[in-house]
């Protein structure tokens, strides 16, 4: 498994590691008065994920905790089961190959015929049958007090990140409470959620009291992925689907999105806000996340 990061800032277990060889590459160009400029734009690759002998899907990644992208992918697909054993997780880097191995023999061929491209960025793609097994499940309904909302936000658009850097890319925040515990960043939202899934199996960890912050838009996908996950509360600094809003309330998630500074909307869950946080003393950090030379991306 992937090593935890040695710059992961206060409280994190892992947070993005700017110094990583490979995440970014200098672009030189001009801007609107002709001047040249210099710019940082992030890397993407491919990776082709296997599952014993058996090749999955090949997904547009920056590179970095391939085995947890693996890991997690195969996991929200249904592919890799709660009590499976993994036996081997092996990457390599030339072939840009990484293989999942498990005692449990494995067949997918059906599920992979009916592949549904999805509106993730770097052009995602899901399994027809996604909906399979959440028609009955109905998430904790887990407390969440605006303190924890508003602490979380405050740390992690201050966290050194790719996003912050480059632009271009989407992050993706595993939470407990008011702490922000593991920040996996990707080209495309939903691999920067399966990298969290991945670290989550890998690492034994429950979803119930959990909390899922994201960069990006709160869809279908990302209410389907967060609940194959478990967890009970999706935050975001973007806004909202309307079959993602639906499904989020069918599940009995809370969701919330456009968290900027003071302001948030809740669409799901409403009824489980504990409203802890005093505003006068919360900063309007609204757009001090804003990534160097230009607005964020969305």
């Known amino acids: 498994m992937a090593k935890l990061s040695d710059t992961a800032g206060p409280g994190y277990l892992i947070a993005p590691d700017l110094l990583r060889p490979g995440l970014t590459a200098a672009v030189t160009g001009v801007d609107q008065d002709g001047q040249a400029q210099e710019i940082s734009v992030v890397e993407e690759r491919p990776l082709t994920i296997y599952l014993n002998s058996q090749e999955i899907v090949t997904a547009m990644t920056i590179g970095d905790y391939p085995d947890y992208l693996a890991l997690g992918f195969l996991r929200n697909q249904g592919m890799l089961l709660a009590d499976d054993q993994v036996t081997g997780v092996d990457y390599d880097e030339e072939l840009e190959v990484v293989v999942v191995r498990t005692e449990r023999a494995t067949n997918y061929e059906e599920k992979l015929k009916k592949k549904t491209r999805t509106s993730g960025c770097a052009v995602g793609t899901v399994f027809g049958d996604m909906m399979e097994g959440l028609e009955d499940l109905q998430l904790p309904a887990i407390p969440v007090r605006t303190s924890w909302l508003y602490a979380l936000a405050h740390q992690i ?99 919330i999105g456009r968290m900027r500074g003071k302001r948030f909307t809740c669409l799901s869950g409403a009824e489980r806000l504990q409203y802890d946080a005093d505003l006068a003393t919360v900063s309007d950090d609204s757009k001090t996340h804003r990534r160097k030379g230009a607005a964020a991306d969305g």
């Open 157 to 255: 658009n201050r966290t050194p990140s790719l996003y912050l850097e480059a632009g271009a890319i989407h992050g993706t925040v595993l939470c407990q409470e008011d702490r922000p515990l593991v920040y996996m960043e990707d080209v495309g939202r939903h691999n920067a959620v399966d990298k969290v899934a991945g670290w989550m199996f890998a690492e034994g960890q429950g979803p119930e009291d959990k909390i899922l912050y994201t960069t990006g838009r709160l869809t279908s996908e990302m209410v389907l992925k967060a609940a194959q996950m478990g967890i009970p509360t999706l935050v975001s600094r973007s806004g909202f689907t309307a079959w993602g809003v639906e499904l989020a309330r069918k599940l009995n998630m809370t969701l």
